[in-house]
């Protein structure tokens, strides 16, 4: 992980910590996501493909539901990490894409059911998280 001096005076990015044996039972092992989240509820990739496997098939609350959990496990993990309420949480580090990948699906599953002040209040919070993550999600 390299570590880049913030010449802004705002807050370093937060860097969650990695789950290999979660993302070793998704990858090799093609574990289900729903039997991932079950086993370490925490991971919230797990809760983010839930959720798109939710929305894709045309369950929008469901969907909505997957990703608040996997969001607000990803907020309560930011914290451990460090994270004091704001600052970046860069797309590029593996472990923050299932918090930002909950978010994005919060914020469209929001949208769905007409939920406007979330759904802006979501994207928002996404882009200010992650530039990056924000332009790869809001399609």
Known sequence: MTTHKNLLGGPE???????????RLLGEESQPPAEVAAKYPTFSLAWAMLADDAFEAGRVVESYAY??????????????????????????????????RCLAA???????????????????????SSAEAYDELKR
């Open 13 to 23: 990015p937060t860097y969650l910590p990695e789950n290999e044996e979660a993302y």
């Open 67 to 100: 990703a608040r959990t996997g969001y607000h496990r990803g907020l309560d993990a930011l914290r451990r990490a460090g994270w004091k309420g704001h600052g970046p949480v860069p797309w590029d580090h593996r472990a923050n894409r299932g918090f930002l």
């Open 106 to 128: 919060l914020a469209r599953a929001a949208g769905e059911i007409d939920e406007k002040d979330e759904t802006e209040r979501c994207w928002q919070f996404l882009k200010d």
